[in-house]
């Protein structure tokens, strides 16, 4: 399996813009994470789906961050509009519940809001 | 008060080393993991645990329940093993949320 896989790798925006980031989870798998990583606050998760349904979104910072799974082998993370502040390593994971729910990071896409 | 906490935040050690890091959670857990992250890397999970030792190579992880307190060893270090070491708790059936550590940089020098 190619692992989890996120895309873009990179992006710089500029303020106000949308940002998308995507990600592939591991197939099979049916939870998936999505994390922030900044050097004041760590790693935090943002929200987590199992089988394609949104269960804890309390780390979303708020209205502007969004995120969806259509389905088993996609979501997103939207943000709009973009802030400088929003600049960080965004992470997805996911794991597997039958294998005892380790989860298997991306490479993360690193994004600079100008 | 954080409900993860590692020590030290820092390390630096020479190559052939018996190295420890150290991870106190305040909450009652149901798995505790160890994550590893390259300097502008990926993040890797190592160990996944919830009682006793685990073993992989040169690395071992520890956990004691009743003390709630966590290690992470890495035997004959190498440089290659520089890079932070995250604990994170959580994330086993019904708790799959992780709180993480704020990491512990480990540098081995040759």
């Known amino acids: 399996d190619a692992g989890v896989i996120q895309s873009p790798r990179h992006e710089v925006t500029e303020m106000g813009q949308e940002v998308t980031l995507r990600c592939k989870p591991i197939?099979?798998?049916?939870?998936l994470f999505w994390y922030r990583q900044t050097m004041m606050r760590g790693l935090e998760l943002l929200i987590y789906f199992n089988n394609n349904v949104p269960i804890d979104d309390s780390g979303m910072p708020e209205d502007r961050f969004s995120a969806k799974m259509p389905n088993a082998s996609f979501s997103t993370l939207k943000i709009q509009p973009s802030e400088p502040r929003d600049s960080a390593v965004y992470f997805c994971a996911s794991s597997d519940r039958g294998r005892g729910n380790e989860q298997f990071f991306g490479p993360g896409t690193r994004l600079t809001v100008l | 008060k954080n409900e993860v906490e590692q020590s030290p935040q820092n390390l630096t050690a020479q190559e052939g080393e018996f190295i420890t890091i150290n991870c106190s959670y305040s909450v009652g857990i149901s798995a505790l993991h160890w994550l590893q992250q390259h300097p502008g890397g990926g993040i890797v999970s190592l160990f996944m645990?919830?009682?006793g030792k685990k073993k992989h190579g040169r690395l071992i992880a520890t956990i004691n329940i009743q003390e709630k307190h966590s290690s992470l060893h890495i035997t004959a270090s190498h440089p290659r093993d520089s890079a932070v070491y995250i604990c994170?708790?959580?994330?086993?059936?019904?708790?799959?949320?992780?709180?993480f550590g704020t990491g512990t940089r480990l540098t081995i020098i040759p």
């Open positions: 994170a708790v959580g994330g086993y059936f019904g708790n799959e949320k992780l709180t």
């Open positions: 197939s099979g798998h049916d939870y």
């Open positions: 645990l919830s009682s």
